[in-house]
Each structure stands twice: as C-alpha cells, then as structure tokens.
C-alpha cells in the first residue's frame, strides 16, 4: 500500500513541526506549506491525500485558500485548524466542505485522529 501524504499548512513553525513528527510517527508522508498561496501550489504539484490548514496564514488566509482548492482541488479533503475560532469561519469552512475535528487539548488546534490519542474535545 502506497504511504499518504498530508500537507500541514501554518505560518508558526513550532505548530508544523508538532504536526509534521505526530503524522510521520503514524507513517504518513508530510509536506510543509507556510502560507496559503503556497498550499494551492502545493496541492497542484503533490496531490496529497488531506491538507491541514490553520486559518490564519499570510498572503491568502485559510478560507480563502480553501475555497480556491475546492475550484482547483474539488476531491482534495481539507481539515482547517484554529486557535482563534469564530462562528462565521466555521460556518464558511463547513459551506466549502472543509472536515471537522476535534481541538487538541494543549494547542487548541483540530487535529486528525486526536480521538485516538485521547487528545479530545477540551473541556
């Protein structure tokens, strides 16, 4: 069975390198993505099998990225992750049918199989 490729998308480092060792200790390929140009770049050129994207990124932020994924991409599935989350964020991620997630206790941000780590919902 071929490896799947996740592309973690957030302009903090330390966020990318969390995700980036978590998802490579599950035998997943990850690519790296810093800003949200750069995301639709790196989809075009990698096809990966789910992009994780924070919603705030320089350049085009998350929403934005993720709507001209849903253009360019459409069978692309995107997880977007936040610290600072807002009803109308949520709302738009959900209407551009971006995956939901439950946050990560520690960071607050939404992270894939947190399930299974025991890293639920906080509260």
Request: aromatic share 2%; net charge neutral; charged share 25%.
């Amino acid at each position: 069975m071929a490896q799947r490729t996740i592309l973690v998308a957030d302009d903090d480092a330390s966020i990318r390198s969390l995700l980036k060792q978590l998802l490579s200790d599950e035998g997943y390929s990850v690519v790296e993505a810093t800003t949200g140009t750069e995301v639709v770049e790196k989809v075009k050129d990698t096809n990966p099998d789910l992009v994780i994207m924070d919603v705030r990124m320089p350049e085009l932020d998350g929403i934005e990225a993720l709507s001209k994924l849903k253009v360019s991409s459409p069978k692309t599935s995107v997880l977007i992750m936040t610290a600072f989350g807002s009803s109308n964020n949520a709302i738009r991620a959900m209407e551009l049918r971006a995956r939901q997630d439950q946050p990560h206790r520690q960071t607050g941000h939404r992270v894939p199989g947190s399930h299974q780590r025991g890293t639920g919902p906080a509260g």
